[in-house]
Structure formats: structure tokens, C-alpha cells
């Protein structure tokens, strides 16, 4: 079946690592990918991982893949308050199957 | 160069009216994906139209519709509104040999239906 699914919240102080999980059901998913959703606004491409991949760096964003346990994580470095908003993970077969999101929340 | 644009922003229906959304799609971009998205949750994939065509179909009754133009433009129809079809409605566009959920996303349509 088609599940993804995310814990719901997610508080951090600025400056600290943010680390957002995610767990997928569809192993033949041959992408994974984070969207970040900003409030009134539409969903953005963060990153996005191939399945045969375990790491992936892009900046202060550090995607986790661990395709035995179907697990995505997405860490961010030193977060910022700009970073507050719902962070989406999203699984691609032949469409694309999004998680219920995270929202980060950063205090000062 | 413009992004994906959404019409209207905000509506309010009463149930069983029927309501038409609009989406242009980012230019260059020939693929157009719907999807809605309910409060708290995250978007679930209505329908994806290529060449003027429905490719793909997500789990949403026929009283979903949609519609692609020649200029790669889009239109989805809900017929029949229900209470629980009261949510955001978000168009995204990529390029159709482009890289799998690259999804440009417009900034939705808020549907009220009450």
C-alpha cells in the first residue's frame, strides 16, 4: 500500500540541528523528496534523494535514506527562524504520495 | 517569468453547487497535477493531465473532473460539493521529461463549501 508518515510537530531553538523523520511503505519508490510549505503558500522542492542513495547534501540540508527500514530523515544545520513552516515527505511511484507533514517550529 | 498561478485565491460554495478552479502553469511546463489538501493534512493526488489528457487518476470520485487546453492550462471541476470537499486546492506543473515529482506548486485555491 501507499502510506507516508511523519511525526506532527517539531520544536527547536535557533541555531540547533533540526532533524525531521519520515517513514514510507513502497520500496519500488525510485525518489524521496522534501517539500517545505510556508504559510499561504504553495509546497517548494527542498531536496530530493534516488533510492539508491544513502546520503545526500545539499548546504545545511542532510537527507538520510535507509531503504531496509524504508526511513527518510532530513537534518537541518544550524536552523534558522526562516526555517519555520510544514515540512512535506513525499514518495514517488507512478505519483506522487506525500506524508501529513511536520511542522518546525523555531524559537529564538 | 512567471510561476504556477491559481484562480480564484478564495471561494465559498453551498453543498450540491458545482465550483471550477483554474491553473496556468509555469512556463515551458506541459504537465499539470492536481491536488487537494485538507486542513492539517498533506495534498492527495487527484489527477495528473498530459497533451491534453488525463495520465493519472488518484482516488477521488467522478464527481472530480478536469480538463487540459492546448496552452497546457487546466481546469478542475467538483460537482455535487460536499462539507468534506472544503479544502486547498493546489495545482503543480513540471516538465513532462523532467525530473519525476519536480513539482512547481501554485499557491492554491482556498474552497469553503458550506
Known amino acids: 500500500g501507499e502510506d507516508v508518515e511523519q511525526s506532527l510537530f517539531l520544536s527547536v531553538r535557533e541555531g540547533d540541528s533540526s532533524v525531521i523523520n519520515c517513514t514510507y511503505t513502497?520500496?519500488?519508490?525510485?525518489?524521496l523528496y522534501w517539500y517545505k510549505q510556508e504559510p499561504g503558500a504553495g509546497l517548494q522542492l527542498l531536496t530530493y534523494?534516488?533510492?539508491?542513495?544513502d546520503m545526500k547534501q545539499d548546504q545545511r540540508l542532510t537527507v538520510l535514506l535507509n531503504k531496509k527500514d524504508k526511513h527518510l530523515s532530513l537534518r537541518i544545520a544550524d536552523t534558522q527562524t526562516g526555517d519555520s513552516a510544514i515540512y512535506f515527505c513525499?514518495?514517488?511511484?507512478?505519483?506522487?504520495?506525500f506524508g501529513t507533514g511536520t511542522r518546525l517550529q523555531v524559537f529564538p | 517569468d512567471a510561476g504556477v498561478t491559481q484562480s480564484p485565491t478564495h471561494l465559498i460554495k453551498t453543498r450540491g453547487q458545482q465550483v471550477t478552479l483554474r491553473c496556468s502553469p509555469k512556463?515551458?511546463?506541459?504537465?499539470v497535477s492536481w491536488y487537494q489538501q485538507a486542513l492539517g493534512q498533506g495534498p492527495q493526488f487527484i489527477f495528473q493531465?498530459?497533451?491534453?489528457?488525463?495520465?493519472q487518476r488518484g482516488n477521488f470520485p467522478d464527481r472530480f473532473s478536469g480538463h487540459q487546453f492546448p496552452n497546457y492550462s487546466s481546469e478542475l471541476n467538483v460537482n455535487a460539493l460536499l462539507l468534506g470537499d472544503s479544502a486547498l486546492y493546489l495545482c503543480?506543473?513540471?516538465?513532462?521529461?523532467?525530473?519525476?515529482?519536480?513539482?512547481?506548486f501554485g499557491e492554491g485555491s482556498r474552497l469553503t463549501v458550506l
Open positions: 503543480a506543473s513540471s516538465l513532462g521529461q523532467g525530473l519525476p515529482g519536480e513539482l512547481f
Open positions: 513502497d520500496s519500488s519508490s525510485t525518489y
Open positions: 534523494i534516488f533510492s539508491n542513495m
Open positions: 513525499a514518495e514517488n511511484t507512478d505519483k506522487l504520495i
Open positions: 512556463s515551458g511546463h506541459d504537465t
Open positions: 493531465y498530459y497533451e491534453e489528457e488525463e495520465r
